[in-house]
């Protein structure tokens, strides 16, 4: 019932910065909660971000915090992951997730969403 994209991704030195999109269509999110996760080449797929439609919480790994933010548009059903001072260690495929935004909410954990996107690459050259 649900569609993500996500776009944004690119090559870029590190300390830069980027921005990634997660466009989502088929049903409003507003009762709605994403997520952002990322997995690189040998590693296990780690979390990123997550924002509650509703209520606009926030949740980031320690990793990203204070260099990550993730936020909704107002006028638009897309979210975004606005990156800075990115590090070598960042890159990686980034997904985007979402699940109905009820009961008890688990944001790191990929069990919790019900929908992904197809996921976009961040490479951040050293």
């Known amino acids: 019932q649900v569609q993500l994209v996500e776009s944004g991704g690119g090559l870029v030195q590190a300390g830069g910065s980027l921005r990634l999109s997660c466009a989502a269509s088929?049903?409003?999110?507003?009762?709605?909660?994403v997520g952002w996760f990322r997995q690189a080449p040998g590693k296990e797929q780690e979390f990123v971000a997550a924002?509650?439609?509703?209520?606009?919480?926030?949740y980031y790994a320690d990793s990203v915090k204070g260099r990550f933010t993730i936020s909704k548009h107002n006028a638009e059903i897309t979210v975004y992951l606005q990156m800075n001072s990115l590090k070598p260690e960042d890159t990686a495929l980034y997904y985007c997730?979402?699940?109905?935004?009820?009961?008890?909410?688990?944001?790191?954990?990929?069990?919790?969403?019900?929908?992904w996107g197809q996921g976009t690459q961040v490479t951040v050259s050293s």
């Open positions: 924002k509650r439609w509703s209520s606009g919480s926030t």
């Open positions: 997730a979402a699940r109905k935004d009820e009961g008890v909410f688990t944001p790191t954990r990929t069990s919790t969403y019900d929908y």
């Open positions: 088929g049903r409003t999110f507003r009762s709605y909660a």
